[in-house]
């Protein structure tokens, strides 16, 4: 079946250091990927995605980049900040699918 | 424009209870899936409803049913409350196909206890 592995936390920063999340995937089929956000007491807000292979995602700074070869969709940010604690999803869907398969999440906690 | 809205926000019910959470989708979306996320989990797919059907169900028992209304919003019905169902349970819309290629809206979910 679909699989979402990504790194486990939590991870804890200082503003302005460079952030990476660690994801690797499995799938039936040819996947779509995504990075779901969840701040604190809200909901999960879609943070970027890709399609197919070698697309980047990006949005507020964050990108990641749909690598095939290594079956992986890693999250980076060049320069976090405070407000980007927050939890971390990558998922994953395939064309034949209508759900989302979610990893286990990463905690991130960036300190002034 | 209302994003997804889902009450009641929070709840506690006792082992053997019955609970129901509704799910009202983004304004323009026809169709609901919902996720059960347990603490420190990532969601787990439950079902999906399209045009008033269960199109896709997650490994979940039969205990967790669901409904879709004509004006799309959704309840979620979970039978024989176990302790093991204490999760939050969020509500995702979408429109069209229901693909996630397309762009799902999540809801700030319902805290279900169970004691």
């Known amino acids: 079946g679909d699989s979402v592995t990504q790194m486990e936390g939590p991870v804890t920063l200082s503003e302005e250091a460079f952030l990476t999340i660690n994801c690797t995937y499995t799938?039936?089929?040819?996947?779509?990927l995504f990075w779901y956000v969840q701040y604190p007491g809200e909901g999960l807000q879609l943070l970027l995605k890709?399609?197919?292979?070698?697309d980047k995602g990006s949005n507020k700074g964050f990108e990641a980049t749909y690598r095939k070869e290594t079956t992986s969709f890693h999250l980076e940010k060049g320069s976090v900040q405070v407000s980007d604690s927050a939890v971390y999803f990558c998922?994953?869907?395939?064309?034949?699918?209508?759900?989302?398969?979610f990893g286990a999440g990463t905690t991130v906690t960036v300190r002034a | 424009d209302a994003g997804v809205t889902q009450s009641p926000t929070h709840l506690i019910k006792t082992r053997g209870q019955q609970v129901t959470l509704r799910c009202s989708p983004k304004s323009g979306h026809d169709t609901v899936s919902w996720y059960q996320q347990a603490l420190g989990q990532g969601p787990q797919f439950i079902f999906q409803?399209?045009?008033?059907?269960?199109?896709q169900r997650g490994n979940f028992p039969d205990r967790f049913s669901g409904h879709q209304f004509p004006n799309y919003s959704s309840e979620l019905n979970v039978n024989a409350l176990l302790l093991g169902d204490s999760a939050l349970y969020l509500c995702?819309?979408?429109?069209?196909?229901?693909?996630?290629?397309?762009?799902?809206?999540f809801g700030e979910g319902s805290w279900l206890t169970v004691v």
């Open positions: 998922a994953l869907s395939t064309s034949n699918d209508y759900k989302l398969s």
């Open positions: 409803y399209y045009e008033e059907e269960e199109r």
């Open positions: 890709a399609t197919k292979a070698d």
């Open positions: 799938a039936t089929g040819y996947p779509s």
């Open positions: 995702a819309s979408s429109s069209g196909t229901g693909r996630p290629g397309n762009t799902i809206y």
